[in-house]
């Protein structure tokens, strides 16, 4: 491909405005200092024309029976193409039409036949993904794309992952140093952008068969793994015995047992044991707590198959809580497998859990939200949550929460404020049904206290529960995927 054409076009596009620098918002919600959009060449014949034949030299292979440009802007760039190299092109609506024939691809094919896919610019390819997924499900054989600009954020990666060959007119650094060389923009634009890209170049892609790939490596949304596959996915043992044991015991339910007896607390483990994949505690509630509570706790967790989760919510440094968790009264390492713990310290209170735990099978959880009314758990805070969650696979477990923070599969998300019959309480607490927990706010584990608890028979309506979000969870995983979303055409 002649350099100076390049050059030359690139200069045309920046006079269109075809590419801008500022503060820009993509599709995705990513903040941009520059914005590419070929959408005005439509005014521009001549350089849409030269954008055609550049993208045309560029194609990897010079066997291909059809063109198919990805919805808008790649269409008109694919009619030049076909007019100019007489090759019958397709077009693919982006939703089918609710009336006539309701076909999503227009044009005429056949199966095996070769597709070149067209498109003007990519971010995590997920726009050109979705076009060749409803071709090859046609029977074409799709394996190459070009491109005019490559953004570099991980969008060819993960097309390759897929199977799809991509070639790019050139990459943003290029079309940046042509822009820098002219005199267009600023060395203050040029590395800002150059910033941008070398801490932008993360993205994924989802497909139909609820995988994703994240820069060219398969990942599967947490949402639509099945516990059973997730047993062999996560990094920490105890995550993993969670897992087995929910999908044997077909429970995703974790009673909250806040009472405030001994007796009461063995009477409810016995009663509703048979339906919980753990049994959640406050033993600070408790007015006669005792290493034998403790060893009769241990006892029904081994006949009923469930695990132990203390509610400390740990939140101090890490010296702290190191010896809050390993001594005390109440000895929390010795018993409980998982332990929720706050954010809010930082790495310390990790360590600090750890270097208590010294070796022990243990967990924690890390409080990302709350579902109490005025929670000060801000987005960030959620983040930093994520982060740290990611830093430790190997003692966080996962989080609390009431959203989908996360959607690595190897993360259990806890949720609790569940209830069929309240709204809250008087002080504050908000619940959720069962199902929205599971389906609307992405929980892996529901939290439920009174509503069980105080219900007339525990037994039976923590059955009821049980079924409840079992069955929201089974129709979670059976869920198509929301349609993936990139910037594009
Ligand atoms: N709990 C919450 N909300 C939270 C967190 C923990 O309710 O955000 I973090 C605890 C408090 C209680 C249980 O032990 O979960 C919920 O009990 P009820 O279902 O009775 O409201």
Same mark, same amino acid.
């Given at each position: 491909m002649d350099e100076a054409f390049v050059e030359q076009c690139v200069l045309d596009l920046y006079k269109i405005e075809a590419i801008k620098f500022g503060s820009f918002t993509l599709k995705s919600?990513?903040?941009?200092? +520059?914005? +590419? *959009?070929?959408?005005?060449?439509?005014?521009?014949? !001549?350089? %849409?024309?030269?954008?055609?034949?550049?993208?045309?030299?560029?194609? =990897?292979?010079? @066997?291909? *029976?059809?063109?198919?440009?990805?919805?808008?802007?790649?269409?008109?760039?694919?009619?030049?193409?076909?007019?100019?190299?007489?090759? =019958?092109?397709?077009?693919?609506?982006?939703? /089918? !039409?609710?009336?006539?024939?309701?076909?999503?691809? $227009?044009? &005429?094919?056949?199966?095996?036949?070769?597709?070149? %896919?067209? $498109?003007?610019?990519?971010?995590?390819? &997920?726009?050109?993904?979705?076009?060749?997924?409803t071709l090859r499900e046609l029977g074409l054989e799709v394996k190459d794309a070009v491109v005019f600009l490559d953004r570099q954020q991980g969008g060819a990666a993960n097309l390759n992952a897929t199977g799809i060959n991509v070639v790019s007119v050139l990459g943003i650094i290029k079309l940046m140093s042509i822009l820098y060389k002219h005199g267009c923009i600023t060395s203050e634009v040029l590395e800002s952008v150059k910033e941008f890209v070398s @801490?932008?170049?993360?993205? &994924?892609?989802?497909?139909?068969?609820?995988?994703?790939?994240?820069?060219?490596?398969l990942v599967k949304d947490r949402k639509h793994c099945t516990y059973e596959s997730r047993v062999t /996915? @996560?990094?920490? =043992?105890?995550?993993?015995?969670? +897992?087995?044991?929910?999908?044997?015991?077909?429970?995703?339910?974790?009673v909250a047992a806040d009472v405030t007896t001994s007796q009461e607390l063995l009477a409810l483990a016995d009663k509703v044991g048979a339906h919980i994949c753990?049994?959640? @505690?406050?033993?600070?509630?408790?007015? *006669?707590?005792?290493?034998?509570?403790? *060893?009769?706790?241990?006892?029904?967790?081994? !006949?009923?198959? +469930?695990?132990l989760f203390e509610d400390r919510k740990f939140g101090d440094i890490g010296n702290t809580v190191a010896q809050q968790y390993g001594g005390g009264s109440h000895n929390i390492v010795e018993?409980?497998?998982?332990?929720?713990?706050?954010?809010?310290?930082?790495?310390?209170?990790? !360590?600090?859990? %750890?270097?208590?735990?010294?070796?022990?099978?243990?967990?924690?959880v890390l409080v990302a939200q709350m579902s109490s009314e005025g929670t000060l758990t801000s987005q960030e805070y959620v983040q930093g949550c994520t982060k740290m969650a990611e830093k430790h696979t190997y003692f966080v477990v996962g989080m609390v929460s009431q959203s989908n923070v996360s959607s690595d599969p190897r993360f259990i998300l806890f949720t609790p404020g569940v209830q069929l019959k309240k709204a809250g309480d008087t002080l504050g607490q908000q619940y959720v049904t069962p199902k929205a927990a599971v389906l609307e706010r992405g929980a892996d584990v529901i939290i439920v206290g009174r509503g069980i608890t105080q219900a007339e028979d525990?037994?039976?309506?923590?059955?009821?529960?049980? $079924?409840?979000?079992?069955a929201a969870y089974l129709e979670r995983i059976e869920q198509k995927l929301e349609n993936p979303s990139a910037v594009g055409s």
């Open positions: 919600g990513m903040q941009s200092p +520059f914005y +590419f *959009d070929l959408r005005t060449v439509v005014s521009h014949p !001549k350089i %849409m024309e030269t954008v055609a034949k550049l993208l045309w030299a560029a194609r =990897p292979s010079s @066997t291909y *029976d059809l063109v198919c440009g990805v919805a808008y802007t790649g269409l008109p760039i694919a009619a030049i193409m076909s007019l100019r190299e007489d090759i =019958p092109m397709l077009i693919r609506r982006k939703e /089918t !039409k609710g009336y006539g024939t309701k076909k999503l691809v $227009e044009g &005429s094919y056949t199966k095996g036949q070769r597709c070149l %896919m067209v $498109e003007d610019v990519i971010v995590s390819g &997920s726009s050109v993904y979705e076009t060749v997924e @801490t932008h170049n993360e993205t &994924s892609i989802k497909t139909k068969d609820k995988a994703s790939y994240k820069n060219g490596v /996915t @996560t990094d920490h =043992p105890l995550a993993s015995t969670l +897992f087995e044991l929910m999908s044997t015991k077909k429970t995703n339910l974790c753990l049994l959640k @505690t406050h033993v600070d509630i408790l007015q *006669d707590f005792s290493q034998d509570t403790i *060893d009769k706790l241990k006892a029904l967790a081994e !006949k009923h198959n +469930f695990l018993w409980a497998h998982l332990v929720t713990a706050h954010g809010l310290p930082g790495d310390g209170i990790i !360590k600090g859990l %750890m270097s208590a735990a010294n070796g022990r099978t243990r967990g924690c525990p037994a039976a309506a923590a059955l009821i529960y049980k $079924e409840e979000g079992y």
